[in-house]
């Protein structure tokens, strides 16, 4: 068989040398930008580069930048059992890539293809700057199972309902999955650089128990879901306690993991399979309105209420409502929230309390491990009815959503051991305990009173 690096597709003008920016695509499996250049060059240059205003950002975090650090580590080591090497660089990024192009001679720059303001205003200025270099510049897919373009109703740049699109999109034909390069030759004499240290990045905290990152962990984990649990994804994936989620989503928002690869896996198993389409569905809102992380999608006259002890007790896992608290405390233990209780705590913030759902949304950012801007963005506004949501006005009876979704009490008391010693379902309402037994938690009474005592009708 010939070598991934020596094959040239169809169609493809041969070039000497090519480089190819990761960016959300820390992976080799599936890697279409990877694949074109291995197959259209001789010479390749894997190259990230690590941009020092990325702490400042709103799309990064510690945990977020610990776990990119060990990606790219990863990365370095898969690329070079293949004969290559991981090249980093730290600056801007497009003055980082023309060095390289210059030090190289290289005629071609690879990517994929990204919707964010940012990486819209990365990829505008590495294509001016190879028009100027005279040096070609291509994107590719291969962030979504299906590119943001590709499903498009008629006289229309986007859905804006997620139904029509989900019953769009898993129609759409698929592209063929890359190959996996089996050789990569790279440059002679380009010095590498150092992947760096996530200390040297930020000094915020990191969660103690968040996932570790890279490709190797990644497929290991998504063999593991595929084999043991997607099967049951669709019965079992609201359940708190039993944790039968895919904690894949950090691994797909880092490309550390192909979302078409891994929906093929799980393409007979519809649940699982729509859950990838969600992700797709908000990434198509967010390039057709790149003001999603700030701007209301739908206007709706909403008042905000300003209320830094109600925001405080919420971030710190404090309200006083079990369900909420869990979910935070998770959050700030994890860099993740099931995501039943990300709604849940999401809600209490923007419905009981009144505060804009930015607020909530920036404190997502600040930990989740797997928060991107189109996900975290859309998520917040479906439920602060700006959103997405054809309902705007839906309203979630906690208690109900807690003793539905976490019947025996079981996450609660995982993460508020204050709450570990009442039984069952009783946990999540410990304002209905005797007084005497309530005075003795070191636990607060819930804050803006009692939630859904008025509102039972709420689901």
């Given at each position: 068989?010939?070598?991934?690096?020596?094959?040239?597709?169809?169609?493809?003008?041969?070039?000497?040398?090519?480089?190819?920016?990761?960016?959300?695509?820390l992976r080799l499996h599936d890697h279409p930008a990877l694949s074109a250049a291995c197959s259209s060059a001789r010479t390749v240059v894997p190259l990230f580069v690590v941009d020092p205003s990325i702490a400042g950002l709103p799309v990064a975090s510690a945990n977020r930048l610990a776990f990119l650090v060990e990606s790219l580590a990863d990365l370095r080591a898969s690329l070079r059992s293949r004969g290559s090497d991981l090249y980093v660089r730290r600056g801007d990024v497009v003055n980082e890539v023309m060095r390289v192009v210059q030090l190289t001679g290289a005629s071609t720059v690879m990517a994929s293809e990204d919707v964010s303001r940012a990486a819209r205003g990365r990829q505008e200025g590495l294509e001016r700057a190879c028009r100027r270099q005279r040096c070609r510049f291509e994107l590719f897919p291969g962030v979504t199972v299906v590119p943001p373009g590709d499903v498009v109703p008629a006289g229309k740049d986007h859905y804006a309902v997620f139904t029509p699109y989900w019953n769009r999109w898993r129609q759409v034909p698929r592209r063929t999955t890359a190959p996996l390069p089996r050789r990569i030759d790279g440059p002679r004499g380009l010095a590498a650089g150092r992947v760096p240290a996530a200390s040297a990045l930020t000094s915020g905290p990191v969660s103690p128990g968040r996932p570790r990152g890279g490709e190797s962990v990644a497929r290991t984990r998504a063999s593991a879901f595929v084999r043991r649990s997607l099967a049951e994804y669709g019965a079992a994936h609201d359940d708190m306690a039993g944790d039968r989620t895919s904690r894949l989503s950090a691994y797909?928002?880092?490309?550390?993991?192909?979302?078409?690869?891994?929906?093929?896996?799980?393409?007979?198993?519809?649940?699982?399979?729509?859950?990838?389409?969600?992700?797709?569905?908000?990434?198509?809102?967010?390039?057709?309105?790149?003001?999603?992380?700030?701007?209301?999608y739908r206007a709706r006259g909403r008042r905000w209420r300003r209320d830094g002890a109600g925001l405080d007790a919420w971030r710190a896992g404090r309200t006083g409502v079990p369900i909420v608290d869990a979910a935070m405390r998770q959050l700030l233990d994890e860099g993740f929230i099931h995501?039943?209780?990300?709604?849940?705590?999401?809600?209490?913030?923007?419905?009981?309390?009144?505060?804009?759902?930015?607020?909530?949304?920036?404190?997502?950012?600040?930990?989740?491990?797997?928060?991107?801007?189109?996900?975290?963005?859309?998520?917040?506004?479906?439920?602060?009815?700006?959103?997405?949501?054809?309902?705007?006005?839906?309203?979630?009876?906690?208690?109900?959503q807690a003793r539905r979704h976490d019947p025996a009490g079981a996450y609660v008391r995982r993460y508020v051991p204050e709450l570990a010693d009442i039984a069952g379902a009783a946990v999540h309402e410990p304002w209905g305990l005797p007084p005497a037994r309530r005075a003795a938690l070191a636990y607060p009474d819930p804050i803006g009173g009692v939630p859904g005592a008025a509102r039972r009708g709420m689901q």
């Open positions: 068989m010939t070598p991934a690096a020596a094959r040239v597709r169809p169609g493809r003008e041969r070039t000497d040398t090519a480089v190819v920016l990761f960016t959300r695509d797909l928002h880092f490309g550390c993991l192909s979302p078409l690869e891994l929906a093929q896996r799980s393409a007979e198993h519809e649940p699982f399979v729509r859950q990838l389409c969600w992700r797709d569905f908000h990434t198509q809102v967010l390039a057709a309105f790149p003001g999603l992380p700030t701007r209301d995501n039943r209780a990300r709604m849940l705590a999401a809600s209490f913030l923007v419905k009981e309390l009144g505060i804009d759902w930015r607020v909530g949304a920036r404190h997502f950012l600040d930990w989740l491990v797997d928060a991107d801007v189109a996900n975290n963005s859309g998520n917040w506004q479906w439920i602060a009815g700006t959103g997405n949501d054809t309902r705007p006005n839906r309203r979630f009876n906690l208690t109900r």
